[in-house]
């Protein structure tokens, strides 16, 4: 419960007064420092860990289960119960629990209940992150993934030992990197609030996920022949804009940070080659596999003016679907929808620009190879989309 407790503190110091969280059961599930007004109800809540049923009754009568939004629930002399603001906490439309804060002493304000209701995201999914838990407590379960991808043998014990994950099943890992150009608080709430959405549709798999600060990792059991179904229903889950690299499977759960590492590199290729579609398996990256690991600043000193000047772009697309396609002049011709004459004018001015000679065939490999590496770099943008790989 550190995750639930650690946002209800937060809150409490932001709002300057206590509160208090149930789940949908009506049981105590956390609860910040009390001070200020507080009713025999408060106590006994704390106390017992939930209200008594003609409590519940008085609440569920005032339309607690039904909300959507904060409301105010009346006093009750009869039962010694303080008026009070609930905000329901849901995910998804399903209700997970309360949030409770006595009004009176004084009254909340608007601008408080609205940052309440705010609040109330994030702590739908600490709760949902806590239901989903097999074996471990939430924040235990992402101490032992975070361990896992640092490469730490006995966070996978850990994790078997727990029943979180099955002993004799290989493991592959996913990885979604959002296209926003700045993570922030808010869209990492987005992927958390997909990963737990994927992680309830696939239970067979054993799923855990971790939130980086960056990207977010989906680990799974088994080794299917085709991960592409799965990759769709992680697109399909988030509510934001990704590109999700898929590792090769690992035979055992404590080798998972290997599978990490290559969907990882697999999903920021992805990112910045467009033309290889919205999901990427690290096995079919192609020439990618090896460049990601070659420093991208290492080019062909020739392009240097080609890719200095946006003007030159054609020059440079011309050159890529060239040499993609072996030296072959007729297929560029028919892949650029240019005439060939054209197309030997322009590889003549590459030539001319980049002090080169494309009859030479050491040439043309450092050439190509430092086309890709500038397409990882992001300094090369084709405006095609096409793969070049």
Same mark, same amino acid.
């Given at each position: 419960?550190?995750?639930?407790?650690?946002?209800?503190?937060?809150?409490?110091?932001?709002?300057?007064?206590?509160?208090?969280?149930?789940?949908? !059961?009506?049981?105590?599930?956390?609860?910040?420092?009390?001070?200020?007004?507080?009713?025999?109800?408060?106590?006994?809540?704390?106390?017992?860990?939930?209200?008594?049923?003609? $409590?519940?009754?008085?609440?569920?009568?005032?339309?607690?289960?039904?909300?959507?939004?904060?409301?105010?629930?009346?006093?009750?002399?009869?039962?010694?119960?303080?008026?009070?603001?609930?905000?329901?906490?849901?995910?998804?439309?399903?209700?997970?629990?309360?949030?409770?804060?006595?009004?009176?002493?004084?009254?909340?304000?608007?601008?408080?209940?609205?940052?309440?209701?705010?609040?109330?995201?994030?702590?739908?999914?600490?709760?949902?992150?806590?239901?989903?838990?097999?074996?471990?407590?939430?924040?235990?379960?992402?101490?032992?993934?975070?361990?896992?991808?640092?490469?730490?043998?006995?966070?996978?014990?850990?994790?078997?030992?727990?029943?979180?994950?099955?002993?004799?099943?290989?493991?592959?890992?996913?990885?979604?990197?959002?296209?926003?150009?700045?993570?922030?608080?808010?869209?990492?709430?987005?992927?958390?609030?997909?990963?737990?959405?994927?992680?309830?549709?696939?239970?067979?798999?054993?799923?855990?996920?971790?939130?980086?600060?960056?990207?977010?990792?989906?680990?799974?059991?088994?080794?299917?022949?085709?991960?592409?179904?799965?990759?769709?229903?992680?697109?399909?889950?988030?509510? $934001?804009? $990704?590109?999700?690299?898929?590792?090769?499977?690992?035979?055992?759960?404590?080798?998972?940070?290997?599978?990490?590492?290559?969907?990882?590199?697999?999903?920021?290729?992805?990112?910045?080659?467009?033309?290889?579609?919205?999901?990427?398996?690290?096995?079919?990256?192609?020439?990618?596999?090896?460049?990601?690991?070659?420093?991208?600043?290492?080019?062909?000193?020739?392009?240097?003016?080609?890719?200095?000047?946006?003007?030159?772009?054609?020059?440079?697309?011309?050159?890529?679907?060239?040499?993609?396609?072996?030296?072959?002049?007729?297929?560029?011709?028919?892949?650029?929808?240019?005439?060939?004459?054209? !197309?030997?004018?322009?590889?003549?001015?590459?030539?001319?620009?980049?002090?080169?000679?494309?009859?030479?065939?050491?040439?043309?490999?450092?050439?190509?190879?430092?086309?890709?590496?500038?397409?990882?770099?992001?300094?090369?943008?084709?405006?095609?989309?096409?793969?070049?790989?």
């Amino acid at each position: 419960m550190a995750d639930l407790q650690r946002l209800v503190d937060e809150l409490a110091a932001r709002l300057g007064r206590p509160l208090l969280l149930e789940d949908r !059961l009506q049981r105590v599930v956390v609860y910040s420092e009390q001070s200020g007004a507080m009713d025999e109800i408060r106590r006994d809540s704390i106390l017992r860990r939930r209200t008594t049923p003609e $409590v519940r009754q008085w609440l569920g009568a005032a339309g607690i289960h039904e909300a959507v939004a904060p409301l105010r629930t009346p006093g009750a002399d009869h039962l010694g119960l303080l008026p009070r603001v609930c905000v329901p906490v849901r995910h998804d439309a399903g209700l997970l629990g309360f949030l409770w804060f006595i009004d009176t002493g004084p009254a909340m304000s608007r601008a408080q209940v609205a940052e309440a209701a705010a609040a109330a995201p994030a702590l739908a999914l600490a709760l949902f992150h806590e239901s989903l838990a097999t074996g471990l407590a939430s924040h235990r379960e992402l101490e032992a993934v975070t361990g896992l991808m640092l490469g730490e043998h006995d966070a996978a014990r850990q994790l078997i030992e727990a029943g979180a994950f099955p002993q004799a099943q290989p493991v592959t890992v996913l990885v979604a990197r959002p296209l926003a150009a700045e993570p922030d608080d808010a869209l990492r709430l987005a992927l958390e609030r997909g990963l737990l959405a994927l992680r309830r549709r696939l239970g067979a798999l054993h799923p855990l996920h971790l939130v980086r600060y960056d990207h977010a990792v989906l680990l799974a059991a088994g080794a299917p022949a085709s991960w592409a179904a799965l990759a769709e229903e992680a697109h399909a889950a988030m509510s $934001v804009p $990704v590109t999700v690299g898929v590792g090769r499977p690992r035979p055992e759960l404590a080798a998972a940070a290997e599978s990490y590492a290559e969907a990882r590199h697999a999903a920021e290729v992805a990112a910045r080659v467009p033309g290889l579609g919205r999901s990427v398996e690290w096995a079919r990256l192609g020439v990618y596999r090896m460049l990601t690991h070659l420093p991208h600043h290492e080019l062909h000193p020739g392009l240097a003016p080609l890719l200095a000047d946006e003007q030159h772009l054609p020059l440079l697309e011309t050159l890529e679907t060239y040499l993609d396609l072996a030296g072959s002049a007729g297929a560029a011709s028919r892949a650029l929808r240019l005439h060939r004459t054209s !197309l030997y004018y322009r590889l003549q001015r590459v030539e001319e620009l980049a002090r080169t000679d494309l009859k030479d065939g050491g040439e043309r490999l450092a050439l190509h190879l430092s086309l890709k590496l500038a397409r990882l770099s992001g300094r090369y943008r084709p405006r095609d989309g096409r793969p070049g790989g």
